[in-house]
């Protein structure tokens, strides 16, 4: 079994910054792509962030500036510095990663989402 938990989501001033982890543990070979999603009230889910193994990354527009994502290959983690956030950027964040299991099988796993509310 293979779980991810988030962690570092809050509440922040416009302007402010925040950094979200996402550890991924359990029956792991290997990870390819790994990236982030948000949710913000009556929206879809849609892609903020993507990393693929070798680093190469991906922004959606309305964060490319602002957000840094990476990764820690070595221990299965995910980053996302954000930075300059706005109202805008309020929603719950998701990890999301492709795994290859320990018995070859590829899945799709998600973390549980993490609340960041951007505020004065």
């Known amino acids: 079994q293979v779980q991810l938990v988030e962690s570092g989501g809050g509440l922040v001033q416009p302007g402010g910054s925040l950094r979200l982890s996402c550890a991924a543990s359990g029956s792991i070979r290997s990870i390819n792509v790994m990236g982030w999603y948000r949710q913000a009230p009556g929206k879809q889910r849609e892609v903020v962030a993507v990393?693929?193994?070798?680093?190469?990354?991906n922004y959606a527009d309305s964060v490319e500036g602002r957000f840094t994502i990476s990764r820690d290959n070595a221990k299965n983690t995910l980053y996302l510095q954000m930075n300059s956030l706005i109202p805008e950027d309020t929603a719950v964040y998701y990890c999301?990663?492709?795994?290859?299991?320990?018995?070859?099988?590829?899945?799709?796993?998600w973390g549980q989402g993490t609340q960041v509310t951007v505020s004065s």
């Open positions: 990393i693929t193994s070798g680093g190469d990354t």
């Open positions: 999301n990663t492709e795994i290859r299991t320990v018995l070859g099988a590829r899945r799709i796993y």
